[in-house]
């Protein structure tokens, strides 16, 4: 079983900036790639942010610019960078991994709880 556990969220004001963690643990995994999405209540989940094992990137336009995606395989962590937070940047935001396991390398993929990030105007 692996399992991501995400930190980083809380509460800023419109312009400041918040960096999340999405760790995952286990046995015998590699990461392939790495979502951050955002979901505000009533509203359908949707990715903001995207990085493959290679590093390719790809962001939502409606973040381009502001947030960065990066990830550091040896401690299996993704990160989200985001600057120049705006109110509508509000939601639950939660991480996801596609997920190669032992010597098979079956394929699962797992979401994070969820960390909520407020930003007032």
């Known amino acids: 079983q692996v399992q991501l556990v995400e930190s980083g969220g809380g509460l800023v004001q419109a312009g400041g900036s918040l960096r999340l963690s999405c760790a995952a643990s286990?046995?015998?995994?590699?990461?392939?790639?790495i979502g951050w999405y955002r979901q505000v209540s009533g509203k359908q989940r949707e990715l903001v942010a995207g990085?493959?094992?290679?590093?390719?990137?790809n962001y939502s336009d409606s973040v381009k610019g502001r947030f960065t995606i990066s990830r550091d395989n040896a401690k299996n962590t993704g990160y989200l960078q985001m600057n120049s937070l705006k109110p509508e940047d509000t939601a639950v935001y939660y991480c996801?991994?596609?997920?190669?396991?032992?010597?098979?390398?079956?394929?699962?993929?797992?979401w994070g709880q969820g960390t909520q990030v407020t930003v007032s105007s």
């Open positions: 996801y991994a596609d997920v190669s396991i032992g010597d098979w390398g079956t394929r699962r993929n797992y």
């Open positions: 286990g046995s015998a995994f590699s990461i392939n790639f």
């Open positions: 990085i493959s094992r290679g590093g390719d990137t």
